[in-house]
T-cell receptor, first 110, second 114 residues
């Protein structure tokens, strides 16, 4: 069965600094997709970034980028130039099996 | 923009009551999902639906049932609520059958069972 592990329950970062959230997963499938979702204190979860496993190039979305290492089954999220609005719970997710990690709570310190 | 709405943000029910949680999406999405979110456990899939009147069990279906009579509406039913069903319930939808497709989430319903 597929599993997704986020080993950091909580993280903090100074405003304007860079932070990396870790995610590892376990699967025997070769074709899959990985996502990072953000859940701000208002609770509506939104997509941050996604990565297709067959793509070698790491996905980027503005200040958000991933370090996807397929062999190591690692999918970390890097947030550059952190802003107060980045404070949220971040969930790593695997599809097609619809598995989410337990989340990392990110605090941003002004 | 995709909009997923849930009928209540907060709900308080008593043990043994039948509880209905409603979810509506306005973008003609094929897929709809129900998760529960608990601290330290992340999101766990309860049920999902790929089409009207179709449903599939997720990882924790026990104590729950679902109904999808119309494409835009997906209901989660707690036949006899118990205190261990106190949780945050999140509904989501996605456009089609592709695994790459993003899920869009509703704001959540925080259910307290006394």
């Amino acid at each position: 069965a597929q599993t997704v592990t986020q080993s950091q329950p909580e993280m903090s970062v100074q405003e304007a600094e860079t932070v990396t959230l870790s995610c590892t997963y376990d699967t025997s499938e070769s074709d899959y997709y990985l996502f990072w979702y953000k859940q701000p204190p208002s609770r509506q979860m939104i997509l941050v970034i996604r990565q297709e496993a067959y793509k070698q190039q790491n996905a980027t979305e503005n200040r958000f980028s991933v370090n996807f290492q397929k062999a190591a089954k690692s999918f970390s999220l890097k947030i550059s130039d952190s802003q107060l609005g980045d404070a949220a719970m971040y969930f790593c997710a695997y599809r097609p099996r619809l598995v989410f990690g337990k989340g990392t709570r990110l605090s941003v310190i002004a | 923009d995709v909009k997923v709405t849930q009928s209540s943000r907060y709900l308080v029910k008593r043990t043994g009551e039948k509880v209905f949680l409603e979810c509506v999406q306005d973008m003609d999405h094929e897929n709809m999902f129900w998760y529960r979110q608990d601290p330290g456990l992340g999101l766990r899939l309860i049920y999902f639906s790929y089409d009207v009147k179709m449903k599939e069990k997720g990882d924790i279906p026990e104590g729950y049932s679902v109904s999808r009579e119309k494409k835009e509406r997906f209901s989660l039913i707690l036949e006899s609520a118990s205190t261990n069903q106190t949780s945050m319930y999140l509904c989501a939808s996605s456009p089609g059958l592709g695994a790459v497709e993003t899920q869009y989430f509703g704001p959540g319903t925080r259910l307290l069972v006394l």
